[in-house]
């Protein structure tokens, strides 16, 4: 529909970016990540005779009260794709940022996967059982995100680089260690994990707060 005549409407400029969009998926992340460690909270204590240290995050995904867990991982899942539409919206970077939004995407999607499949925690051998390559596949997609858009992130402040590639470096390091651990202290060890793949998620959402935030003071 176009305007009619003595209207002050105006279409944005081609390629614009919309401010409210920046701060609703920015949060929208931040929110993704407070979701997911409060679930996870709530479960350790519900769920009966469960030990926190010992037992993982999976395990508190299956049994009767699944569903605590899973709301977080769906939450977190939300967290992952809007920061991808984000990145694709604000576009900071060539090849390498491209490929970091799809590693975004395939994130969110292993995330949702993972909570959807009720296949861990249970000893579940009925089927096609994919939860572990679901696991390897996060693994590389979480290391792809933050080395590949850690150039694009420099532009907005050389921090965010720093950052995210601090964060990959420590992911490198940390996530095989996991599948090597005794199962008495390998559910503190993937909490841990699970704070490192938060730092990726809270520093892109940190940056497309304060873009917004430079949006609409211009």
Same mark, same amino acid.
């Given at each position: 529909?176009? #305007?009619?005549?003595?209207?002050?409407?105006?279409? #944005?400029?081609?390629?614009?970016?919309? #401010? /409210?969009?920046?701060?609703?998926?920015?949060?929208?992340?931040?929110?993704?990540?407070?979701?997911?460690?409060?679930? @996870?909270?709530?479960?350790? *204590?519900?769920?009966?005779?469960?030990?926190?240290?010992? !037992?993982?995050? &999976? !395990?508190?995904?299956?049994?009767? /009260?699944?569903?605590?867990?899973?709301?977080?991982?769906?939450?977190?899942?939300?967290?992952? @794709?809007?920061?991808?539409?984000?990145?694709?919206?604000?576009?900071?970077?060539?090849?390498?940022?491209?490929?970091?939004?799809?590693?975004?995407?395939?994130?969110?999607?292993?995330? *949702?996967?993972?909570?959807?499949?009720?296949?861990?925690?249970?000893?579940?051998?009925?089927?096609?059982?994919?939860?572990? /390559?679901?696991?390897?596949?996060?693994?590389?997609?979480?290391?792809?995100?933050?080395?590949?858009?850690?150039?694009?992130?420099?532009?907005? &402040? #050389?921090?965010?680089?720093?950052?995210?590639?601090?964060?990959? @470096?420590?992911?490198?390091?940390?996530?095989?260690?996991?599948?090597?651990?005794?199962?008495?202290?390998?559910?503190?060890?993937?909490?841990?994990?699970?704070?490192?793949?938060?730092?990726?998620?809270?520093?892109?959402?940190?940056? *497309?707060?304060?873009?917004?935030?430079?949006?609409?003071?211009?």
């Amino acid at each position: 529909m176009r #305007p009619t005549a003595g209207t002050d409407y105006q279409m #944005p400029a081609e390629g614009a970016e919309q #401010p /409210y969009l920046l701060h609703a998926l920015s949060l929208l992340a931040v929110f993704g990540c407070t979701a997911l460690a409060a679930s @996870i909270l709530i479960a350790d *204590f519900v769920v009966p005779n469960h030990d926190w240290i010992a !037992d993982t995050i &999976s !395990d508190l995904g299956a049994g009767r /009260y699944e569903f605590i867990v899973d709301i977080g991982l769906y939450a977190f899942s939300a967290a992952l @794709i809007g920061l991808a539409v984000l990145a694709a919206h604000v576009h900071l970077g060539a090849w390498d940022w491209s490929v970091g939004i799809i590693a975004l995407i395939i994130f969110g999607l292993l995330v *949702f996967l993972i909570g959807a499949r009720n296949e861990y925690g249970d000893n579940d051998s009925d089927g096609w059982v994919i939860h572990i /390559y679901l696991v390897y596949a996060l693994g590389v997609t979480m290391t792809v995100a933050c080395f590949a858009l850690a150039r694009g992130a420099a532009r907005a &402040s #050389p921090r965010y680089r720093t950052i995210l590639i601090a964060t990959g @470096i420590i992911w490198v390091v940390s996530a095989p260690v996991f599948f090597f651990l005794t199962t008495d202290i390998d559910g503190i060890y993937e909490r841990y994990l699970g704070a490192v793949s938060f730092v990726l998620v809270l520093a892109l959402a940190h940056l *497309f707060y304060q873009r917004a935030k430079q949006r609409k003071a211009n």
